[in-house]
């Protein structure tokens, strides 16, 4: 599994003209299925989100993680963070977990950040999304969370 995660000062997804999800200050864990990916690895990667480091401490170090700060995450399908792109212009999906696969392993990441006590707000599963962000830093980073 693999998240593309931002720091974000505030961030929203809307659907046929619809907010469905909204957060300030947090993360944007754009959240990529391939085949081979397990419920394990669902939870695994919910840890790395919810204790990745990159808010400032006292000191303005990166110290801090969104559980430390209370911060929300607004978690995204993302598909496309499988594509492959290393023969001609057009991507591959091949390495994309068919969505009967993916929906329920991003559901899990969602269920295991809420189980920590994040406040986590989503996307929609399939939907045509408009995502805005105010990314903070700028701070992007790639989690991958390999099977064990």
């Not at 695994?44 to 430390?68: N, T």
């Not at 001609?88 to 390495?95: C, D, K, T």
């Not at 993916?102 to 707000?121: D, M, N, Q, S, T």
Request: glycine residues 8%; contains cysteine; aromatic residues 4%.
């Amino acid at each position: 599994m693999r998240a593309l995660v931002q720091r974000v000062h505030r961030a929203t997804v809307t659907v046929d003209g619809d907010q469905v999800g909204r957060i300030g200050p947090g993360l944007v864990a754009l959240v990529g299925v391939t085949h081979d990916d397990t419920p394990a690895q669902a939870t695994r990667l919910a840890e790395k989100i919810h204790d990745l480091r990159v808010f400032p401490d006292d000191e303005g170090r990166m110290d801090r993680s969104a559980r430390d700060v209370g911060a929300a995450v607004l978690v995204v399908s993302q598909f496309t963070l499988y594509g492959d792109t290393t023969r001609g212009r057009r991507p591959s999906w091949v390495a994309a977990a068919r969505p009967e696969q993916a929906e329920p392993l991003v559901e899990a990441v969602v269920a295991h950040l809420r189980e920590r006590g994040c406040e986590v707000a989503t996307g929609v599963f399939r939907a045509d999304m408009d995502v805005e962000l105010v990314n903070d830093g700028p701070v992007t980073l790639l989690l991958e969370v390999e099977a064990t």
